[in-house]
């Protein structure tokens, strides 16, 4: 259950996005989707920061892309949250198809390739998933992960207790594509270009209802 914050007597939780570390495929600039690459053992000094700076978040959900990079870096980050943690398929990359494991070198000389860089919200690359798919899946685990709470069935019982004390804040560890869709979907006039998060970078969007539906701002949080 989410301990749902209440400030002036509106209600928001802050959700901790954490791109996975980096990998051989990230430094060889290949396009990784859904192929399961592990992180590069030099990851884990590189997340040092990161978890420290965590370590002084109290999470009160954790939710994990299935995928190794995401486990692993779940593990470097909050060793201690791992037993609470939920994967789930929802939070995993774009399916890049055919573009899978390639570069821009390799691909820049095909044409449906620069259509699907111009515009990749309406050009699907051979085998991939459609953005509309990809945009839908990162809704629904919103909807269902965040939404319900600030609707009010996560609101603490304990009279006792001081809302300003209580846990509101959900860690993703997930990939950066899915970083992207997230601002681009909640941010006031934010694009999917608008945010490029590097491995192992946090993005903190604080959400609230307005009308009924979810809106964020970016929270400051450096690593």
């Known amino acids: 259950m989410v301990m749902v914050k209440m400030i002036q007597g509106k209600c928001y939780i802050d959700v901790y996005l954490v791109r996975h570390g980096r990998t051989l495929w990230n430094q060889q600039k290949r396009y990784l989707g859904h192929t399961d690459v592990p992180l590069l053992e030099a990851a884990r000094k590189e997340l040092t920061g990161l978890r420290e ?3 002084h978040v109290s999470f009160d959900q954790i939710y994990v892309s299935d995928l190794v990079r995401c486990t692993e870096t779940l593990r470097i980050i909050a060793p201690d949250l791992v037993s609470m943690a939920t994967t789930d398929t929802r939070l995993r990359e774009y399916h890049f198809g055919e573009f899978e494991g390639q570069t821009y070198e390799m691909l820049k000389h095909r044409i449906l390739y620069r259509q699907w860089i111009d515009d990749p919200v309406h050009v699907t690359p051979p085998g991939a998933e459609t953005f509309a798919h990809f945009a ?3 809704q629904q685990f919103a909807e269902e992960r965040i939404k319900p709470s600030l609707l009010g069935e996560g609101l603490i019982k304990d ?12 860690l993703v560890v997930t990939h950066g ?3 992207r869709q997230w601002a681009a979907a909640w941010l006031k006039e934010a694009e999917f270009a608008t945010f490029m998060p590097k491995p192992g970078e946090c993005l903190v969007l604080r959400f609230a209802l307005q009308d009924g539906e979810l809106f964020a701002q970016k929270m400051k949080f450096h690593t």
């Open 177 to 179: 594509g899915v970083i």
């Open 53 to 55: 700076l965590l370590s």
């Open 136 to 138: 839908e899946r990162i």
């Open 159 to 170: 009279k006792d207790k001081n809302m300003e004390e209580a846990m509101q804040n959900i």
